[in-house]
């Protein structure tokens, strides 16, 4: 029917994009997050038009799918970023409120649920620890005392080899004073968190707005998941935290389920049960409530970082090869 070219995102680090596209209001909305010129895309659903962009210079990089809000006769467009969240109204992308205190980086989608926004997320920052002054790194990685570190000095550094391009916007052949400066105050500012958010205000709402906040058990990848008045979160190495969604207080927290390793797949709920799948292909079924009481396991022994589809009585999978349909047994 129509398209809208689009080039390439520069992301950070090379990751590539991560963000699905959302309809509503006769509008599909686009989160364009990058190393530079990040903006919020709306198109006009019948023609692919630009109805209005947002600019948002401020924010790198991130990977989460935009939300529509609707609250008290309001349509919000809500978008998770670099260090902060902002809400835009959905007719004219003017930008209603925003939430400082986010993780640097943002892979993970925020959920609504009983008419409150939720947000879930970790990256590497300041709960890690400071990186290393320039004066360090270079002592440490310049072999060849030139006073800048190429790709292949820097990617001896403990922490960061291999992610060059992250620490190198401007895209030449050196990592230099002014770039690590940058991210070194950029990571200090991260704060990793769980927050629930009630609707309402406009402009800077963080000290006013949010409802409560949970530092521990942080996902990585997975976004979290509202279901039956609780809010789960799956953190790498198979650790699961339940808190009461409207208060805050934890139900349980980073309980093991016997399933180890990285976790990309967002966990969905049905029938009283959650299921969680890692990236190597282990989906562990959990009784939804007070107890993370494990009620099955299956082991699709491939690649998997999609989140699974729910469809009736049916659940899918999508591996590095092949796609699973699961029906419900009787139906």
């Known amino acids: 029917l129509w398209h809208h070219p689009m080039a390439p995102p520069r992301h950070v680090g090379g990751f590539g994009t991560g963000a699905s596209p959302v ?5 599909v909305f686009v989160n364009r997050d990058q190393a530079v010129g ?20 401020e924010l790198v990089s991130s990977y989460s799918t935009p939300v ?33 205190g986010l993780p640097p980086v943002t892979c993970t989608t925020p959920v609504i649920g009983d008419g409150i926004l939720f947000f879930a997320g970790w990256a590497n920052g300041k709960a890690d620890g400071a990186l290393e002054t320039y004066e360090v790194l270079l002592t440490n ?12 000095e820097f990617d001896r550094h403990a922490r960061f080899g291999g992610f060059f391009a992250t620490f190198n916007p401007d895209g030449d052949p050196y990592i230099v004073r002014e770039e ?3 991210a070194r105050r950029f990571l200090q500012q991260g704060a990793n968190v769980v927050l ?16 409560w906040k949970e530092a521990r058990g942080l996902p990585y990848v997975p976004s979290p998941l509202f279901y039956r008045g609780r ?10 935290s339940c808190f009461v969604a409207l208060t805050g207080e934890a139900v349980y927290r ?14 969905v709920a049905a029938g009283g049960r959650i299921y969680i799948a890692s990236t190597d292909g282990k989906v562990t079924v959990l009784r939804a409530g007070d107890v993370p009481e494990v009620l099955g396991r299956a082991e699709l022994r491939e690649r998997l970082v999609a989140t699974p589809a729910l469809a009736g009585s049916a659940i899918y999978y999508r591996t590095a090869g092949h796609l699973w349909k699961f029906q419900r047994l009787g139906m």
């Open 196 to 211: 629930a958010l009630r609707p309402g205000g406009t402009g800077n709402i963080t000290d006013t707005h949010v409802l």
């Open 141 to 152: 990685l310049d072999t060849d005392k030139d006073g800048r570190l190429d790709r292949g």
């Open 38 to 57: 990040s903006k919020l895309v709306a198109l006009r659903l019948g023609d692919g038009a630009v109805a209005w962009e947002a600019d948002r210079p």
């Open 254 to 267: 980073m309980e093991r389920i016997g399933a180890p390793g990285s976790y990309y797949s967002s966990p």
């Open 68 to 100: 529509v809000w609707q609250h008290s006769g309001v349509e919000e467009i809500v978008v998770a970023g670099s260090l902060q969240m902002r809400a835009y109204d959905a007719a004219t992308g003017r930008e209603r409120w925003r939430v400082h």
């Open 23 to 27: 309809i509503a209001g006769g509008k």
């Open 231 to 240: 809010l789960y979160v799956v953190k790498d190495g198979g650790l699961v």
């Open 180 to 182: 690590w400066d940058f």
